[in-house]
């Protein structure tokens, strides 16, 4: 009898144990999303197809703490009125960016990789000259985006910069990396 009787007390520290562990596994991302990220909703569908308006993804906001954002990152910026938004990184610092015939232009230069054609040019129909620490940011869904091409948005600066997208919690059937 006292077999079966320690073969149960085995069992049942090995449930415990790997209960404990699950709970601890969570514990530890859930801190280390809350103490290195953020949560943000989308709103609107200005990066659409990529994220839809209610989308919930994760911000990682030390990842330009180590290092500096690239062409074609997803951040989260705030904008001068206070308000969070979401958009794609397509001028680095000390670039010029124009749009002109539905191209995005670097430098002279027709980016490659882009969205689509662009209707409207906004401001970049001139060519703008980026500041040491200025961004030019588009949504993916250009032709319905208010972003650097509105002057109510303009060139966005480093320190507006709040974060990198990394990761789509919600809806679940979407969930995963955000590239």
């Known amino acids: 009898m006292e077999f079966v009787h320690n073969?149960?007390?085995s069992l049942l520290r090995?449930?415990?144990?790997?209960?404990?562990?699950?709970?601890?596994v969570i514990a530890l991302g859930c801190f280390t999303v809350y103490a290195f990220g953020n949560q943000v909703?989308?709103?609107?569908?200005?990066?659409s197809p990529l994220?839809?308006?209610q989308d919930v993804v994760l911000?990682?906001?030390i990842s330009y703490d180590l290092g500096k954002p690239d062409r074609f990152d997803v951040v989260v910026f705030q904008r001068e009125d206070g308000k969070a938004n979401i958009k794609r990184i397509i001028g680095l610092p000390g670039e010029t960016v124009q749009i002109q015939n539905g191209?995005?232009?670097?430098?002279?230069?027709?980016l490659e990789h882009q969205q689509g054609e662009i209707t409207l040019?906004?401001?970049?129909?001139?060519?703008?000259?980026?500041?040491s620490d200025e961004y030019f940011l588009l949504g993916d869904n250009q032709n319905s985006s208010e972003d650097s091409r509105f002057s109510n948005v303009g060139n966005v600066k480093e320190d507006q910069i709040l974060g990198k997208v990394w990761f789509r919690i919600f809806p679940a059937i979407r969930m995963g990396l955000v590239k």
């Open 7 to 9: 073969e149960e007390d």
């Open 59 to 61: 911000v990682n906001r």
């Open 51 to 53: 994220l839809n308006s």
């Open 14 to 24: 090995r449930v415990v144990s790997w209960v404990t562990d699950i709970i601890v």
């Open 103 to 110: 191209d995005i232009y670097i430098n002279g230069q027709v």
């Open 121 to 131: 040019a906004g401001i970049a129909e001139n060519p703008i000259t980026l500041g």
């Open 41 to 47: 909703m989308v709103s609107g569908n200005s990066m």
